[in-house]
């Protein structure tokens, strides 16, 4: 299990993609519309071969027939960091590692990549969300591959959490990633970036 990626969620996209643009000094990219979840998303590559998400409600899209990933029908206030996505290459044995509740397979596509992720029947990870979200891709390229350069590079993402010694117990049972630390506090995500404008941070 590997980090993959970032989401950061809004109200809307536009404040979404507003939030990544003013903290980072970075552009992103033209994304697309999800199927299933009936949510839309702004892109950024990095250089440690993740990307950033920016995503939202797609307010045109009918209601979708479950509640959507990322909790994202509860969402509301300002945009924010909050969540973190893993990549599985062996979908059935990492769910069985982590904790219960995970969620199960979803096979989902936007244009040419297709993939599956684990989303929980209510939208709600484990751990209020803290808990990352498992996808695996089934296309030949990676989407960080896909994305120009933005001169950015993950430093760190900080999970904090009251239970974080429980959660950081689970995760680490298959993901080892030194960039990835878990504090006991109150619940919150932080991501600190080199960007080309000095150390930024979501």
Request: hydrophobic letters at 40%; charged letters at 25%; one cysteine or more.
């Amino acid at each position: 299990m590997l980090l993959d990626h970032l989401a950061v969620s809004g109200e809307t996209l536009e404040q979404a993609q507003s939030y990544v643009e003013d903290a980072l000094g970075v552009s992103m990219q033209s994304g697309g519309e999800h199927a299933v979840f009936h949510t839309h998303n702004k892109l950024m590559g990095l250089d440690d071969g993740l990307y950033l998400e920016a995503i939202a409600i797609n307010p045109d899209a009918p209601n979708p027939d479950r509640p959507r990933w990322f909790d994202l029908d509860r969402f509301s206030g300002s945009p924010r960091l909050s969540n973190w996505i893993c990549r599985s290459d062996a979908l059935e044995e990492d769910i069985a590692l982590l904790p219960e509740g995970i969620g199960e397979a979803v096979a989902l596509q936007r244009g040419d990549l297709r993939w599956q992720m684990v989303v929980p029947a209510s939208g709600v990870l484990p751990f209020n969300n803290q808990c990352p979200a498992l996808i695996q891709w089934q296309t030949a390229k990676h989407p960080a591959e896909m994305l120009p350069p933005s001169g950015c590079r993950m430093r760190r993402l900080v999970i904090a959490h009251p239970q974080a010694k429980e959660l950081e117990t689970a995760v680490k049972k298959a993901l080892t990633d030194v960039r990835v630390v878990f504090e006991v506090g109150s619940q919150d995500l932080m991501a600190e970036f080199d960007t080309p404008h000095g150390i930024r941070r979501l």
